[in-house]
């Protein structure tokens, strides 16, 4: 789907209009029609989180400008997670968790990437940004998890994650252990390419 559809013509027509709640009818209206599956939807939002970083690059969107479209963009995520559990499979094959290590706050693309884990038929954990990594090591523990995926938007957070990686593969040799995020979009010169993975393309739990 590109970037000129009505969808995103009518969700820009909304957030310049700084209509949170027409947006997210919008959003439900195009799902409820069919003109838009929730792959769509999530691909048209990621354009535009992405064309907003680029005009507070430009210095033509304010801060607050870009902060309100985040939150508009997550209003609409979160209300589709009633409708991402009806569309996935009712059997779960394995547990993910999901985080950004310590000081990283960009968690929106991780918390879309849980969806993609849940309609591939995964038990998926969002536990966000700016997570310690002993309260993941509890949490992997405790929600007996299969898999984590990590998220990093800058480079500074991509070296951080390289401890959370040797501290958890320590403790769980059998875990598999993803990372991804803007950080890894150009390259991953260093990192092995069985830490990649594409987030259109998540494996069903039975195709690992
Ligand atoms: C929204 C946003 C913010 C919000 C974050 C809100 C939130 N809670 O998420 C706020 C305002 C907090 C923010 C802050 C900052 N931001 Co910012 N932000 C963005 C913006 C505009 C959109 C990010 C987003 O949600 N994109 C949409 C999602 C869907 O895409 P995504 O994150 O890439 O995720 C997808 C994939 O990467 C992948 N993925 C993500 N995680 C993982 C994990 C795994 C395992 C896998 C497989 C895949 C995967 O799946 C997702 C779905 O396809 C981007 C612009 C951009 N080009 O992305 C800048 C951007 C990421 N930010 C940037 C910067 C520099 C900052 C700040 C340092 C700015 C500042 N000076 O304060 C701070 C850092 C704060 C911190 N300590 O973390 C830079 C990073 C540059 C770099 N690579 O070093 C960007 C690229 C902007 C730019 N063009 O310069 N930001």
């Known amino acids: 789907m590109s970037s000129d559809t009505p969808l995103r013509a009518g969700l820009d027509e909304r957030i310049r ?8 009818d919008l959003a439900h209206a195009s799902l409820d ?15 535009i ?10 210095g033509t969107a304010a801060v607050w400008q870009e902060h309100f479209v985040t939150g508009v963009v997550r209003t609409i995520v979160e209300s589709c997670a009633t409708r991402v559990e009806a569309a996935a499979p009712e059997e779960r094959g ?9 000081d990283e706050y960009h968690d929106l693309g991780l918390r879309m990437l849980t969806d993609r884990f849940i309609l591939a038929g995964w038990q998926a954990h969002f536990l966000g940004a700016n997570l310690p990594v002993d309260e993941l ?16 938007s800058t480079h ?13 593969s320590a ?10 995020g803007p950080a890894f979009a150009r390259e991953h010169e260093g990192w092995e390419d069985e ?12 195709d690992l």
């Open 195 to 206: 830490l990649m993975l594409d987030p259109l393309d998540v494996p069903s739990p039975g």
């Open 94 to 102: 394995a547990t993910v968790v999901l985080a950004a290590p310590g």
């Open 49 to 58: 989180l992405v064309d907003v970083g680029v005009e507070w690059q430009r």
């Open 137 to 152: 090591s509890a949490a992997v523990e405790e929600l007996g998890a299969d898999a984590v995926a990590l998220s990093a």
């Open 156 to 168: 500074f957070h991509r070296v951080g994650l390289r401890s959370y990686i040797s501290i958890m």
């Open 171 to 180: 403790a769980r040799p059998r875990l598999r252990i993803w990372v991804g």
């Open 33 to 47: 029609d069919g003109s838009v599956t929730l792959g769509d939807l999530y691909r048209v939002l990621s354009e």
């Open 17 to 24: 209009s700084r209509d949170r709640i027409g947006a997210v």
